[in-house]
């Protein structure tokens, strides 16, 4: 196995460690048992737990998608806000398209790094969702500008970011085997309610979501089954 290749197998052990025990609480022992390697070969190739918590922040980071480039390709209008708040409501609730982590691993990473010292989440926020943010922010001025949402009292970037949050608290309240809330509606139908709660919540007029938001084009166009 070459250098890089035992850094990703050592990433990818670790994954499930720190998502289930948090970094504070994961020893270097475990990790290595875990990547079925010794401590000092663990050491050769991350002088510690902050190298390899690094080196997973990287490892999130480095994939680029299809429907991501599809999306880039879009003008900024109301119908591209549509797409990208259908798409982050996606990946957040449904974990689809899927990404390099596992969705509740990646979700548990994040609730722990909120619960410790806030590094990882924070990374992952600046290096992964502020462009995300800019690009929201883009296509909601296009959608006031041409009538079909009003501008209200929400702070610049703020619209993507509650956005996410809401997304992010579905896909926490469903980490228990048994869900904390009864949102009683199928998963894809919860996602198809937050994404109309969120456009309704950027100022988005009733007729601009009734003639942008159909979630079965919507599907089609992201190759969902």
């Known amino acids: 196995m070459s250098a890089e290749d035992r850094k990703r197998a050592i990433v990818k052990a670790a994954l499930p460690l720190f998502a289930r025990k948090g970094f504070a609480a994961t020893t270097t022992r475990e990790l290595a048992r875990a990547a079925g390697v010794s401590e000092p070969l663990l050491y050769k190739h991350f002088p510690g737990k902050e190298a390899l918590y690094g080196e997973i922040h990287n490892f999130s980071c480095r994939e680029s998608s299809p429907v991501v480039e599809k999306l880039r390709g879009l003008e900024a209008s109301t119908s591209t806000l549509v797409h990208l708040i259908y798409y982050l409501t996606s990946v957040i609730v449904l974990g689809r398209p899927a990404g390099a982590i596992p969705p509740e691993t990646y979700h548990r990473l994040m609730v722990n790094s909120l619960l410790e010292d806030g590094v990882f989440a924070r990374l992952l926020y600046r290096n992964r969702f502020d462009c995300f943010c800019a690009r929201m922010e883009a296509c909601l001025k296009a959608a006031i500008a041409a009538g079909d949402a009003v501008k209200g009292p929400i702070s610049r970037g703020n619209h993507a970011r509650f956005a996410h949050h809401v997304a992010a608290w579905l896909a926490s309240a469903h980490l228990p085997r048994r869900p904390v809330i009864d949102y009683g509606v199928s998963r894809e139908e919860l996602r198809n309610q937050a994404v ?30």
């Open 196 to 225: 109309w709660f969120a456009l309704r919540g950027m100022g988005l007029t009733d007729k601009a979501i009734a003639t942008y938001y159909n979630p079965k084009a919507l599907a089609l166009f992201f190759g969902e089954n």
